[in-house]
């Protein structure tokens, strides 16, 4: 292995370094999220095609990301962060500039869609490995908190620039993707002149027995603790699935989520997801991963089993003649309940910077864009699973049989990352069961003869 820095090698940035890199990758972040948000709202009613084959469309580019995430990290730790990230940014500008000059080759729009999984996954593992080669456990959370408002703000700037742009381009959807490819071509720009290597170590040319056993050493010990949070993880990304159905769910009734209190919402949401993460990704440097992880896991799960009363009460917002007053019929309607469950959903926010601060803690320093392939790789199955069942419970029971399904899953994930965190206390709970199931067993009459 070989230490790869910024600028010559044996070198680390100083603090000031640290801090300009840091935030030129979460300029360009949130850049690049603006566009993905604009293009969430716009490809769906892009092409005109059936449901089928759009649905197949839409799934390719979460597929090919997943698919290309561990390959992608392990390219990551060979060759280096700022090539990725860069890569894939120009990647994505040239792919969104191809899909906006049709609407109807679909096997060419369909086909850039899915290869913008891959430039997908080469931006987001790059950037989380560069944030956590830039970070030490002491900061490391902020630092994940940071990257999530980024991304967060982004994707918000993206869905409302977008479903706004919609309606002044009714006629000419294709320059939407022009101007957003105009926003990655900046990012991307940006990037290539300001952003540096940060100083990591990789697998370097050299082999040697000794040095490829310390690898494999640490590699296999880094995953055995990094793969405990992964059935939380994957949890998390499943419900991120139920919420991205949530469109077709409200759109048998009277609330639109593009309509002006849809809006608020939306952006209501975000923003307490961004500042969420910030202040707990903070608050997990002080206090520790495993407590923060509790506290978002907490308000998760009492989130997940408040919603579907209050989305009943959300459907029932009708149209107002202006947004104040929609915001004032809004938050007369959701009540103290909406209260709550702002704030359960504001505690749900510590869980993805914790995470994520968690898993570049564990990774050993060779490992870095592998664990964090795993992670995007459980995101995009995730997304996917989220989807697929998300329809299927709508079918047999509506958004109380979503949610209160999600919070099962949720739930019964997040003790499995439990014991799989705190091995110590399941050997106890199954000492103490296997005492119980022996006590019954066995008669204390009767010595060790059985019942």
């Known amino acids: 292995?070989?230490?790869?820095?910024?600028?010559?090698?044996?070198?680390?940035?100083?603090?000031?370094?640290?801090?300009?890199t840091l935030s030129i990758l979460y300029a360009a972040v949130f850049l690049t999220r603006i566009g993905f948000?604009?293009?969430?709202?716009?490809?769906?009613?892009?092409?005109?095609v059936s449901s089928y084959l759009l649905g197949v469309i839409l799934a390719l580019y979460p597929a090919l990301e997943g698919l290309s995430a561990l390959p992608v990290g392990a390219w990551i730790d060979r060759s280096g962060r700022r090539k990725a990230f860069i890569l894939g940014m120009a990647l994505i500008t040239v792919l969104t500039g191809v899909i906006s000059l049709t609407r109807t080759d679909i096997p060419l729009v369909g086909g850039a869609h899915a290869i913008m999984g891959l430039a997908a996954a080469m931006v987001t593992i790059s950037s989380l490995t560069m944030i956590t080669d830039l970070t030490t456990v002491e900061n490391r959370g902020a630092g994940m908190g940071a990257f999530d408002l980024a991304n967060l703000s982004g994707y918000g700037v993206g869905v409302i620039s977008g479903t706004l742009l919609a309606k002044i381009f009714v006629q000419s959807v294709g320059t939407?993707?022009?101007?957003?490819?105009g926003v990655f071509a900046a990012a991307t720009l940006f990037a290539l002149l300001a952003l540096r290597e940060p100083p990591h170590t990789s697998m370097g040319q050299e082999f040697s027995i000794e040095s490829t056993g310390a690898l494999f050493k640490e590699v296999s010990g880094s995953f055995g603790e990094v793969a405990s949070i992964y059935p939380l993880w994957f949890s998390l990304t499943i419900i991120v699935g139920f919420y991205f159905f949530l469109p077709?769910?409200?759109?048998?009734?009277?609330?639109?989520?593009?309509?002006?209190?849809?809006?608020?919402?939306?952006?209501a949401g975000l923003i307490a997801l961004g500042a969420g993460a910030l202040l707990f990704g903070r608050i997990s440097d002080k206090i520790g991963r495993t407590r923060?992880?509790?506290?978002?896991?907490?308000?998760?799960?009492?989130?997940?089993?408040?919603?579907?009363?209050?989305?009943?009460?959300?459907?029932?917002?009708?149209?107002?003649?202006?947004?104040?007053?929609?915001?004032?019929?809004?938050?007369?309607?959701?009540?103290?309940?909406?209260?709550?469950?702002?704030?359960?959903?504001?505690?749900?926010?510590?869980?993805?910077?914790?995470?994520?601060?968690?898993?570049?803690?564990?990774a050993g320093r060779g490992f870095r864009g592998k664990a964090m392939g795993i992670y995007s790789l459980m995101l995009s199955a995730g997304i996917a699973t989220g989807n697929v069942l998300a329809g299927v419970f709508d079918t047999l029971g509506g958004v109380q049989a979503v949610f209160y399904s999600a919070a099962i899953i949720f739930g019964g994930l997040g003790l499995v990352s439990g014991a799989l965190m705190n091995p110590l206390l399941v050997r106890k709970f199954f000492r103490r069961m296997f005492r119980i199931f022996s006590l019954g067993l066995w008669s204390p009459r009767k010595g060790n003869e059985p019942i």
């Open 248 to 267: 077709k769910i409200a759109a048998g009734s009277s609330f639109s989520l593009s309509s002006s209190a849809g809006l608020v919402v939306i952006a």
């Open 1 to 20: 292995m070989s230490l790869t820095p910024g600028k010559g090698n044996g070198s680390s940035l100083n603090l000031l370094a640290k801090v300009e």
């Open 37 to 48: 948000g604009t293009i969430l709202v716009i490809f769906p009613t892009y092409l005109s």
């Open 176 to 181: 939407i993707f022009q101007i957003v490819a």
């Open 292 to 362: 923060t992880i509790l506290i978002g896991a907490f308000g998760e799960l009492g989130f997940l089993l408040t919603f579907p009363d209050l989305f009943q009460k959300l459907v029932l917002v009708p149209e107002a003649a202006s947004l104040f007053d929609e915001i004032r019929i809004l938050f007369r309607m959701l009540g103290y309940q909406g209260l709550i469950a702002g704030a359960l959903f504001f505690m749900g926010s510590a869980l993805v910077p914790s995470i994520l601060a968690f898993v570049g803690d564990k």
